[in-house]
């Protein structure tokens, strides 16, 4: 039995709703296991302009600084939309990975066999699932580099540096090859490295890394080429390291395979234990309050948080299984239902925490 601090930043559309049924499952873990989990729900993103006048407020960052993990649902929405670059509810996002120190981002893209249905590629690319880490790197490049206007011969010009140090590189190179050797020894360093400079240097040290994992086959492949293997024949994939801004496109890409972005979990890691952990999706303002959204990402991450940085395995394994056979008895949020009978945002978290 253990007690644990859990900073909790429902933020925009669907966050509040699906972070509901988050917490639902963490009530259920804690009712089971005898866990106790101190929950503190804090404003980020189009509230916090709202309720206090700023994306990020500095409370918030230091109320998840005194915390063990950090649960999030998503920020942003069409309200926001006319607010300058820097004060956008995305900045909270990115405010805090940076303030957090969470440059690892781990996106794990699993298909359940259950939702072959839902998969949008032929039956025989995913006859046997599928199973992909994508390892992206979440504080550096092109999100975090120099930006700017100015004037140029042709008017106004605006420009975003993608600018990576050996340090950065090579931290998040090593959770790959952790992430690989643990996996199935496959590791695949996604870039551009026939057109970017800061790519030849991630190529350089994950050379340079890899006979220090001799049990780990290291390939590369060019972004673009990526994306089309990606559909082609995704399971040739283990785990994928690349750059933030190829990390976000491609787990996208690799989140619909599995059915749909409603599905996919996330984990932010930093050096220490550390993490934030949410969907990988938006906030879906279209579908919010409606009692659509599918909460199993923000279950499935969760999972991840009781893994990575609470060390509980076994509470992990009990919501992962449970999400696993409540699928297999068919139940489906919309997102997934392929057209066949749905239930709603409330009734997949109650059958899940059911099935825990
Ligand atoms: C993600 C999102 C964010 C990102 C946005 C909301 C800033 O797309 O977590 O993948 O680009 O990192
Ligand atoms: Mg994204």
């Known amino acids: 039995m253990a007690e644990f601090k859990i900073a909790v930043i429902p933020g925009d559309g669907i966050g509040p709703e699906i972070m509901e049924q988050g917490l639902a499952v963490l009530k259920k873990v804690s009712e089971k296991y005898g866990h106790t989990f101190h929950t503190t729900k804090l404003p980020a993103g189009g509230n916090a302009i709202d309720s206090m006048g700023e994306c990020l407020p500095q409370s918030t960052v230091e109320e998840c600084l005194k915390s063990d993990a950090v649960m999030l649902g998503a920020v942003g929405g069409p309200k926001w939309d006319n607010v300058p670059g820097n004060q956008r509810p995305e900045r909270a996002l990115l405010g805090l990975r940076s303030a957090l120190g969470l440059f690892a981002n781990l996106r794990p893209a699993i298909m359940h066999k259950a939702l072959a249905e839902a998969c949008p590629l032929k039956k025989e690319i995913v006859s046997g699932g599928m199973d992909i880490l994508i390892v992206r790197e979440l504080t550096g490049g092109i999100y975090f580099g120099e930006r700017g206007m ?128 949410e969907p990988i999706h938006g906030s879906a303002p279209d579908i919010a309050g409606k009692d659509l959204a599918n909460p199993i990402a923000t279950i499935l991450s969760v999972a991840m948080m009781l893994r990575y940085s609470l060390g509980l395995t076994g509470e992990a394994d009990a919501i992962e299984a449970a999400v696993t056979k409540v699928l297999e008895a068919g139940v489906r949020t919309v997102d997934i239902a392929a057209g066949a009978k749905s239930v709603g945002t409330c009734e997949m978290g109650r059958l899940i925490c059911e099935a825990i």
Not at 191 to 208: C, M
Not at 218 to 223: A, E, R
Not at 241 to 248: E, P, S
């Open 150 to 277: 100015r004037q140029g011969r042709y008017g106004t010009e605006a420009y975003d540096v993608e600018a990576y140090s050996e340090m950065e590189i090579r931290r998040i190179a090593k959770v790959g090859f952790e992430a690989a050797q643990k996996r199935h020894g496959r590791l695949c360093c996604v870039d551009k490295a026939n057109v970017l400079e800061s790519s030849r240097l991630w190529r350089k040290i994950l050379t340079e890394m890899a006979p220090d994992y001799p049990d780990v086959t290291l390939s590369f492949l060019y972004v673009d080429n990526a994306a089309m293997q990606l559909i082609h024949d995704p399971n040739q994939f283990d785990v994928i390291v690349t750059n933030n801004i190829f990390g976000d496109i491609l787990s996208d890409e690799a989140s619909i395979i599995t059915g749909s972005i409603g599905m996919l979990p996330s984990a932010s890691l930093s050096a220490g234990t550390l993490g934030m952990y």
